[in-house]
């Protein structure tokens, strides 16, 4: 309620904006004006539209996706690895969808159909209270006696939608350790 003293002809109508820690969409606040109580003499309303609306922009950080853990190694009698993917930051409101690619051409040593499968460029869907999503690939078991560093396989996040951050790390490195006799 705003009260406009006798004789003056505009008010100010105080809008209090309370901080929080939550990653949200810009809010719109729409104040309406309605017909005054009372006046002497009577008063009117004008407004364009008769009412004004004000934007709040959201000044939170969004949250940043990485991967759990790095590096991690396993036998090549492991067939299936699962990475996990993890958000971290602010609470939010909006969903993320985190794009992931296999970087193991450049900058690992394994090699596709001979050590694993290629993993093919996906997504991962974070829901506002998701904060881990998984995927996984195939390694492939062989007979063949490999260095004793093993095979690199090199996956790396490439994007985050809805405005969301790539954090760190941002590549996940999975050794896979040669179990065949020499």
Known sequence: ??????YTTT???????????IDEDDQVVT??????VSGDPPATVSMTNGSHARTILDDDLPP?????AIPANGAEWVTT??????KTGNATERSFV???????????????????IAIPTGTLTFMPAEFNQSFSFTVVEDMLNEP???????????GVSNGGAIGLPNRHIYTIEDDDPL
Do not use: E
């Open 1 to 6: 309620t705003v009260g406009i003293p006798r």
């Open 11 to 21: 008010a100010n109508a105080p809008l209090t904006v309370t901080p929080d820690m």
């Open 31 to 36: 104040m309406t004006l309605s017909v005054p």
């Open 64 to 68: 940043a996706f990485s991967f759990v």
């Open 81 to 86: 690895v699962n990475i996990t993917i993890t």
């Open 98 to 116: 985190v794009t992931y690619a296999d970087f193991t051409s450049t900058a690992g040593t394994a090699t596709p159909v001979i050590d694993y």
């Open 148 to 158: 004793d560093t093993g095979d690199t396989v090199v996956i790396g996040i490439t």
